[in-house]
């Protein structure tokens, strides 16, 4: 659960909100009721202190070299044996069932 509070209010008096928004008691409002000077809450832990964002120091970089987003792995690279593996299977033809054949021929009337 995410709360939020504001700074500006007095420890004693702080309160946490589920919902990020000007605060209440801090935020100016003018006589029409409009926004003179907001006060934003920010995001805090349930008691009201506030939660700082941790961020990593340098970027994780994956095996080429290009900074790793966090949370994904890079597929794995493929053997040599695979490599070739793979280079062998496109090589050789593929027959074209006769089924297909048949259905493309017999549209035309
Ligand atoms: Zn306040």
Redesign the pocket.
């Known amino acids: 659960m995410k709360h939020y509070a504001?700074m500006?209010?007095p420890t004693s008096e702080?309160s946490t909100f589920k919902f990020k928004g000007l605060?209440r008691?801090?935020t100016e409002y003018g006589s029409d009721g409009e926004v003179i000077t907001p006060?934003y809450r920010i995001r805090t832990d349930e008691y009201g202190n506030p939660v700082k964002h941790i961020r990593a120091e340098r970027p994780t970089v994956n095996r080429s070299g290009i900074p790793q987003r966090v949370g994904f792995r890079e597929a794995r690279k493929p053997t040599k044996k695979e490599l070739q593996g793979n280079a062998a299977m496109i090589a050789e033809e593929v027959p074209v069932p006769e089924m297909v054949e048949i259905i493309a021929g017999g549209e035309e009337e």
Do not use: A, F, K
Request: glycine share 0%.
């Open positions: 504001c500006d209010c702080r605060c008691s801090c006060v």
